[in-house]
């Protein structure tokens, strides 16, 4: 009887374990070392918020970072987060994405400039959540915020680096090469590098741009076929993350890597050695980390607090990397700023 009594009881343990395990895995798992989106003060467990993040580039080394951004505030918050995009650049594609996180009805899109207006235009009107990053819509109507460089001061720094080691009497004759130009976001960066270098007293001449489809063995054959036509180069500005690297590995291969005044732009691991060994001058960076990580706090506390930015465009925190400061810059690139409150 006993024997019974002990089985029957063990039988009714691992019921009730199973019928806990339920309730947890149908609230979303509220043990989950983060905030409940939505969540009641009486610890009850509201619908879990979605955000869907359409990257340009699903896993291009850059993108990666504001991933991993992102990841960690859906982490902190208890959102359900989807990271999406393209393996290469295609507009189309990142259209078909953002339609498809409106039919799932996600609650917000984090998405760049390479996406057309109307799939992002449509998700607005159909109540969904939209911030930019890294490149904008400035007619896109409704959007919460954009966060990103700000084109004319990363230009004039640029031109402030290279002026340090191109005398004032030598003639800049420049090179520029970005990933695409179907985007408004890439012809304006292009234009603030043109007029920031145009004050240049010796003078100043832009023969050619070309672009790296971001590759990196795209942007190598670019840069070869550059030197060999324009052989009288000696300001390289490259404008995509892949492109330095792509720069140095034609110069290096044609011998006049010490002969060229190299720029970059985004603090990838290639781009940092290559700062550090000499062969790029500096590298153009802003908050990746923050295009996903705050940009996940910007949505999550204006659905769940109704906050608003101060202003629609914010300057996510441009700055140049040097050798003076490589060791130093990484900490000012994680420095979150909430929105103020409502």
Request: contains cysteine.
């Amino acid at each position: 009887m006993k024997k019974l009594f002990a089985m029957l009881l063990a039988f009714s343990m691992v019921f009730a374990m199973a019928a806990c395990g339920n309730n947890a895995a149908n609230n979303g798992g509220a043990d989950n070392g983060g905030a409940n989106a939505g969540g009641t003060e009486d610890g009850g467990s509201a619908e879990q918020l979605h955000f869907v993040y359409v990257s340009p580039l699903l896993s291009h080394p850059i993108w990666l970072i504001a991933k991993e951004g992102f990841e960690t505030a859906c982490d902190e918050l208890g959102i359900q987060g989807d990271w999406v995009g393209p393996q290469g650049l295609s507009s189309e594609e990142m259209a078909q994405l953002v339609d498809t996180a409106v039919a799932q009805e996600a609650d917000a899109i984090i998405s760049q400039s390479i996406c057309p207006v109307q799939p992002l235009q449509n998700a607005i009107d159909a109540g969904v959540k939209v911030l930019l990053v890294d490149g904008d819509h400035a007619d896109l109507d409704g959007r919460l915020a954009y966060l990103g460089k700000d084109l004319e001061k990363q230009a004039q720094l640029m031109y402030e680096e290279v002026a340090k080691v191109i005398p004032e009497d030598e003639k800049i004759v420049m090179s520029i090469q970005c990933a695409d130009l179907t985007s408004q976001f890439y012809v304006d960066q292009n234009n603030a590098v043109e007029e920031a270098f145009s004050q240049h007293p010796g003078g100043f001449e832009l023969v050619n741009t070309t672009l790296s489809k971001s590759d990196k063995a795209t942007g190598t054959n670019e840069w070869l076929n550059t030197f060999n036509t324009y052989p009288e180069v000696n300001v390289c500005i490259n404008l995509a993350a892949e492109a330095a690297s792509a720069c140095v590995t034609a110069s290096d291969e044609l011998g006049i890597t010490e002969d060229l005044v190299i720029v970059g732009v985004d603090d990838t691991d290639e781009n940092l050695a290559l700062l550090r060994e000499g062969k790029i001058l500096c590298t153009s960076v802003v908050s990746f980390w923050n295009y996903g990580y705050q940009a996940a706090y910007w949505l999550y506390q204006n659905i769940t607090e109704d906050r608003v930015p101060e202003q629609v465009v914010n300057d996510a925190g441009t700055m140049m990397v040097t050798q003076d400061n490589i060791d130093t810059y990484n900490e000012l690139l994680k420095v979150k700023v909430d929105l103020p409150e409502a």
